[in-house]
């Protein structure tokens, strides 16, 4: 049972490039998220999705775009890489509603230069 | 918006000393969740509270729901070194999100 897979697990990017951090779930969750780790900030909502074809911002959206075309899989894609991103980067999900635990991929973690 | 406070920051500890985590909400929640982030790991859920004065136990762990469901705390008896990382609490209020305190790191000296 793998649960919430997240790829890659580092990452060097140079300012102004983009890619795409790539998180699936085999375990039939409708809830997606993404949050970013920081020091001093706790976890921060970037993007979720509550099914496929379904998204919508969280705290700190801004440079982030995500797409849920499948229940499994929700990537999350940095456009053009700023220093700013440099950070943490946790792919979860749930079942169904806000009630229910949530699982957590094992981090990505981002350093852009 | 929905913020939800927690303290201390950091704290260190003498193994065998009690350890406590606060959490405060702007807000009233409907649930609290608490996990745990073992150093370079990622957070894992421990417990969640949902009724107002709801107190729960895991061995050594006690959480406790305040009254008007604003506040969560989570107490550690007699510390052990396997207790170190960074507790978070985290408020859901409405259907879909959770907003997570920026957490307390634990630190232990054996």
């Known amino acids: ?113 | 918006g929905q913020q939800v406070m927690q303290i201390p920051q950091y704290q260190h500890v003498q193994e065998g000393e009690d350890f406590t985590t606060y959490c405060n909400s702007s807000t009233t929640l409907s649930n609290i969740q608490w996990y745990k982030q073992r150093p370079g790991g990622h957070p894992v859920f421990l417990i969640q509270l949902v009724k107002s004065g709801e107190v729960k136990k895991q061995k050594r762990l006690t959480f406790q729901f305040g009254e008007a469901k604003k506040n969560s705390s989570l107490h550690i008896t007699a510390t052990q070194t396997t207790d170190v990382g960074t507790y978070f609490c985290a408020g859901i209020q409405g259907a879909q999100k959770l907003v997570f305190g920026q957490g307390t790191r634990l630190t232990i000296n054996p």
């Open chain 1, 1 to 113: 049972n793998a649960g919430v897979t997240q790829t890659p697990k580092f990452q060097v990017l140079k300012t102004g490039q983009s890619m795409t951090l790539q998180c699936a779930q085999d375990m039939n969750h409708e809830y997606m998220s993404w949050y970013r780790q920081d020091p001093g900030m706790g976890l921060r909502l970037i993007h979720y999705s509550v099914g496929a074809g379904i998204t919508d911002q969280g705290e700190v959206p801004n440079g982030y775009n995500v797409s849920r075309s499948t229940t499994e899989d929700f990537p999350l894609r940095l456009l053009s890489a700023a220093p700013s991103q440099t950070s943490v980067y946790f792919c979860a999900s749930r079942q169904g509603g806000s009630g229910n635990t949530i699982y957590f991929g094992e981090g990505s973690w981002l350093t852009v230069v």
